[in-house]
C-alpha cells in the first residue's frame, strides 16, 4: 500500500476552514454533553450501553474471563505492544525511504500523543464517577474470577485515556497510511476500551464525549495547522541519525539469518521470540526455528 505520509498530506500550509471546522465541532461535542436538555439523552445512552456490556459478565464464565484478561492493566502493555508491531511492520513493506519517514512520523505522533493526555489529564478531568459506582445491581467480573485484577471503577472516569489515545492513533494512521489500516486502527479502539467498559470502569461517553472532544480539538491542529509537518521534520533529524547507527550495528553482526537490511526484520523476530518465553509451555528452540533463528543461535 502506498504510504501517503511519505509524500507530504501533512505540510506546511495553514488551513483556517479546517482548523475552525473541527475546532467547532469538539465545542458542540462537548456542549451536547452539558446542556441539560441534550445531556439527557446521553445519560439514557450511557445507561443503556453499560447495563448491555455489563451483562455479559454473568453470561458466561469464560465471557467473565475475557474480560478478566483484557482489563487487567497489565493488558496494557500488551496493546501497546501489539499497536508497535502492527507499526513497524506498516512502515517497513516499501522501502527504506518509507521506514526512515515512518519512524520520524511514529515519533512526531508519539509526543503530539504526550502532550495532549498530560492537558487532557490536567485541564479537562471532569469529576465523574464510574457506573460501579453510582448505580446498583452491577456484576463485578472478581465475583467469577478471583484472581482478576481488571479495573472495575474510577471516581475520575471522564474522559477515558484509553479510548482517547487510540482515537489519536486512528486519526493520525487513517489519512497516513489509507482507509485499510484507519479502519483497523478503528477496530483496535473499539477492542480496547470495551473491557473497562463492561467492568464498569467507565461511560460510554467517556469515550465518546471525552475522547471525542480531546480528539477533534487535536485534528483542528493536525490538518489547519503545519504541526506535524514540522514536527516529523524535526524528528527525522534524530531518527536518520539512529536508523543509520541500526544500519551499521546489523551490518556489523553480519547477514546470517537474513532479512535484508530492512532492521525492522531481525528486530520483529527477536521481539516475538522474547514474548514466546514469556509464555508458559511454549518453546523459544521451536519460535527460533519458525522465524529463521535458529541455525543463527547453534
Not at 84 to 113: C, D, F, T, W
Not at 216 to 227: K, N, Q, V
Not at 273 to 283: C, Y
Request: glycine share 10%; charged share 15%.
Amino acid at each position: 500500500m502506498h504510504d501517503r505520509a511519505a509524500t507530504g498530506i501533512f505540510d506546511n500550509r495553514w488551513d483556517l476552514r479546517r482548523l475552525a471546522l473541527l475546532s467547532g465541532a469538539a465545542v458542540l461535542l462537548f456542549a451536547s454533553w452539558l446542556m441539560p436538555v441534550t445531556r439527557v439523552v446521553w445519560d439514557a445512552v450511557d445507561l443503556a450501553f453499560f447495563r448491555m456490556m455489563n451483562a455479559t459478565i454473568a453470561l458466561d464464565g469464560s465471557v467473565a474471563l475475557f474480560w478478566a484478561l483484557t482489563g487487567d492493566r497489565s493488558f496494557d502493555y500488551f496493546s501497546a505492544l501489539i499497536v508497535l508491531i502492527l507499526y513497524l511492520y506498516i512502515i517497513s513493506r516499501s522501502g527504506m525511504e518509507q521506514l526512515r519517514h515512518g519512524i520520524a512520523y511514529g515519533g512526531a505522533v508519539s509526543i503530539i500523543l504526550l502532550v495532549v493526555i498530560a492537558l487532557q489529564r490536567e485541564w479537562i478531568e471532569y469529576p465523574r464517577m464510574s457506573p460501579t459506582l453510582m448505580l446498583d445491581a452491577t456484576h463485578s467480573i472478581q465475583s467469577w474470577i478471583p484472581w482478576s485484577r481488571a479495573k472495575e471503577a474510577a471516581p475520575n472516569s471522564f474522559p477515558g485515556d484509553h479510548a482517547t489515545v487510540m482515537m489519536l492513533l486512528t486519526l493520525c494512521w487513517w489519512p497516513a497510511f489509507g482507509r485499510r489500516i484507519g479502519l483497523l486502527a478503528l477496530a483496535l479502539t473499539v477492542a480496547f476500551a470495551l473491557p473497562r467498559m463492561a467492568a464498569g470502569a467507565h461511560w460510554l461517553t467517556d469515550a465518546m464525549v471525552g475522547g471525542g472532544f480531546v480528539t477533534l480539538l487535536t485534528a483542528a491542529l493536525i490538518f489547519g495547522t503545519p504541526l506535524l509537518h514540522y514536527l516529523t521534520g524535526g524528528m527525522r533529524l534524530v531518527t536518520d541519525r539512529a536508523v543509520d547507527l541500526w544500519l551499521a550495528a546489523i551490518e556489523k553482526i553480519g547477514s546470517a539469518g537474513e532479512g535484508g537490511p530492512n532492521p525492522v526484520a531481525p528486530f520483529l523476530r527477536g521481539t516475538l521470540l522474547g514474548v514466546s518465553q514469556l509464555v508458559p509451555g511454549v518453546s523459544g528452540g521451536s519460535f527460533a526455528l519458525i522465524l529463521g533463528l535458529y541455525r543463527r543461535l547453534i
